[in-house]
């Protein structure tokens, strides 16, 4: 199943970003973060730290003491985070800033907002300046590989004015909070914030100390830098390993998760490449060298891009293999299953030093395929939807193995479960908004279910006439694909008795 051909993928050209850990009370240390609008196409619901992309006027600023270094954004890069820590926080960080009121910050900040004045000219005229020893240096961050969108990120840190107040613009954020570093540790445990790694290893290093914590986190060798990134610990042992895969555009990546703590369990190794299998391997003999034990691979359904890594990982530790029993009826000959999940079934994973307990409760949501298998895990909420729902693109309900009828009830079958903080995909980012998400789905298949039928009623009879009709913001390349997801609806309405077959290829709406 392995083959050292990989094929060429062209990752996202990362953009430049700049982002602030703001910091305030130095006798009790208190750090700001953000959490961004659920409307967000990127990201939304996550908590972060204040910052945004570099702005084409930025480079026109001028700012003192910048830092000797090769490096040419040096100083743009401070200039762009202290201009988005003001728009985004009202946090002014320039030299005679103390000379202004709040109501004039509160002006000026409006004035930059509407467009009616440039960052440049707002400082020329109260007089300010910009001085880079203000702020301290963090770590940089590249968004992986994997993602559809990717910032190059300069972190820096800086305390917060002396008399200045923080205050957040409902839009694209939705709130800010000043809390201990432990705390929003302690978010990130209970599962009740999804961040990304810099933000976890910032929070990590701030609990240990705020003084000193930038220098130590650059002092981090970039193996070790390089080894967070090979599985993001999306929320307490929750470790996600995106692997190259021959999946569906614009998917390039599995998402393997590594969940538990003493014990764990390896979901989804679906790489068939081996340099992708050796990164998970590097990560799986990393966890064992800890003392950790893995207890066995499961997989969430039959899908290629799924298992294409299991019988490698399998016979390499010696571990067995479990899935539901429709998933192992379609792939025995190709994968050999040790265990059958049943619906309902808890995992249950422990750690002795933190005392937390991960209980994963198997969910058999079929739709997408007979047997495909979610996660529930019951302390965080986090849900491992395997391709049920996914971080970007499109779920395919592809009949024989998929149904949308099923599709339907699986996705309401999450809504019911009682507390959702974070869903878990098999492709693209982890989504914050889980509700929102699976609200979206349903009414999105509604709503194309409405289509089929408008298109039938115009005289549209066959899966390709409707596919013209309906998905005309699909490239033709994918119509094939469209076909089938329409045979699905069709099927649905068929069932659900408001259509019915005439022959084969042609479908009529019943009367
Ligand atoms: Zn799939």
């Known amino acids: 199943m392995s083959s050292a051909v990989t094929p060429v993928t062209s990752p996202v050209i990362p953009k430049d970003a700049a982002a602030m850990i703001l910091l305030r009370d130095p006798d009790d240390p208190k750090v700001f973060w953000v959490k961004r609008a659920r409307t967000l196409r990127f990201m939304a619901s996550y908590h972060a730290f204040p910052g945004g992309q570099r702005d084409a006027g930025d480079h026109e600023i001028p700012i003192e003491n910048i830092p000797h270094s090769a490096d040419e954004m040096t100083g743009v890069m401070r200039v762009a985070a202290i201009r ?104 990130w445990i209970d599962g009740d914030c999804v961040i990304v790694t810099p933000i976890t290893v910032a929070m990590q290093a701030l609990s240990e100390g705020v003084h000193d914590f930038a220098e130590r986190m650059l002092n981090v060798p970039q193996h070790e830098r390089d080894h967070w990134e090979s599985r993001v610990e999306m929320r307490k042992g929750f470790y996600l390993c995106a692997l ?174 009682p507390k959702l903080t974070a869903l878990m995909p098999g492709h693209g980012p982890v989504l914050a908004d889980s509700r929102g998400k699976i609200e979206e789905y349903i009414a999105h298949r509604l709503a194309r279910e409405e289509m089929v039928v408008a298109a039938m009623t115009a005289g549209a009879r066959t899966p390709a006439e409707i596919v013209k009709a309906v998905y005309t913001d699909t490239p033709a390349a994918m119509h094939q694909l469209a076909e089938l997801s329409v045979r699905a609806h069709l099927e649905k309405l068929i069932a659900d008795g408001r259509a019915l077959a005439v022959t084969e290829t042609e479908f009529a709406l019943a009367v």
């Open 84 to 187: 988005e820590i003001f728009e985004e926080t009202g946090a002014l960080i320039a030299c005679g800033a103390e000379r202004l009121s709040a109501e004039r910050r509160a002006e000026l900040r409006a004035e930059l907002a509407a467009d009616r004045i440039t960052f440049k000219d707002l400082l020329a005229g109260e007089g300010l300046t910009l001085d880079a020893s203000l702020l301290k240096e963090a770590p940089r961050w590249v968004t992986p590989a994997s993602m559809p969108r990717r910032y190059d990120t300069r972190f820096f840190s800086a305390w917060l004015p002396e008399g200045q107040e923080t205050e957040i613009i409902t839009g694209e954020l939705e709130d800010g909070e000043w809390l201990r570093p432990a705390e929003a540790l302690q978010k």
């Open 244 to 417: 190259r895969t021959p999946t569906i555009p614009p998917a390039t990546h599995t998402n393997c998760f590594i969940i538990g703590g003493d014990e764990m369990v390896v979901i989804d190794p679906g790489s068939p490449y081996t340099e992708e299998q050796a990164r998970l391997d590097a990560v799986i003999e990393r966890f064992q060298k800890q003392g950790r034990r893995i207890r066995e691979i499961i997989i969430t359904h039959l899908h290629p891009d799924h298992i294409g890594g299991v019988n490698h990982l399998a016979k390499k530790f010696n571990l067995p293999v479990a899935t539901h029993r429709l998933t192992a009826e379609a792939i025995n000959g190709e994968v050999k299953v040790d265990r059958l999940i049943e619906d309902d079934e808890v995992i249950e994973l422990n750690e002795q030093s933190s005392g937390l307990t991960w209980r994963l409760r198997a969910l058999w949501t079929p739709g997408h395929a007979r047997g495909h298998l979610s996660f529930y895990e019951e302390r965080t909420g986090t849900l491992i939807t395997g391709d049920c729902v996914v971080g970007f693109g499109t779920v395919v309900i592809a009949p024989p193995e998929g149904n949308m009828t099923e599709y339907m009830v699986s996705l309401r079958r999450y809504l019911d479960l």
